[in-house]
C-alpha cells in the first residue's frame, strides 16, 4: 500500500523558513516524479514543485521560484521543501504527491496522495 506522509508544517512570521518533509513507502518510486501541492482556503490546488526520484531536475512554480527548494533522500525515501522568505500569501495546506515518468503541474494527473500539513505564515 502506498502511503506519503507529509511533516513539518507550522505557524512561522513572514520572512521565517519551513522545511516539509514527505516520507515514501510501499512501493519503488525510482521512475517517478514527487510533487508538492498547496491549497488555500476557497482556491483551487496548486502546483509548487517537483523533482524526479532519479537524476536532478527540478522544477518550480513562478510565484515560488527562488524562494523554495525540493530535494530528495534516497536512501529515506523522502522528498524535501524548503521554504525561505515566506510570505502571507504562502499560507496554504500542502500535499505531497508521486505519477510515474513524466513531471506535470495538473494535481489530477498525480496518482498518489498525503494527507497534507498546515503552513500558516503570519505577518
Known amino acids: 500500500q502506498v502511503q506519503l506522509v507529509e511533516s513539518g508544517g507550522g505557524l512561522v512570521q513572514a520572512g521565517g523558513s519551513l522545511r516539509l518533509s514527505c516520507a515514501a513507502s510501499?512501493?519503488?518510486?525510482?521512475?517517478?516524479?514527487m510533487a508538492w501541492f498547496r491549497q488555500a482556503p476557497g482556491k483551487e490546488r496548486e502546483f509548487v514543485a517537483a523533482i524526479r526520484w532519479s537524476g536532478s531536475f527540478t522544477y518550480y512554480a513562478d510565484s515560488v521560484k527562488g524562494r523554495f527548494t525540493i530535494s530528495r533522500d534516497n536512501a529515506k525515501n523522502t522528498v524535501y521543501l524548503q521554504m525561505n522568505s515566506l510570505k502571507p500569501e504562502d499560507t496554504a495546506v500542502y500535499y505531497c504527491?508521486?505519477?510515474?515518468?513524466?513531471?506535470?503541474?495538473?494535481?489530477?494527473?498525480?496518482?498518489?496522495w498525503g494527507q497534507g500539513t498546515q503552513v500558516t505564515v503570519s505577518s
Open positions: 510501499g512501493r519503488s518510486f525510482s521512475s517517478y516524479v
Open positions: 504527491a508521486a505519477r510515474p515518468l513524466v513531471l506535470r503541474e495538473e494535481s489530477y494527473e498525480y496518482d498518489y
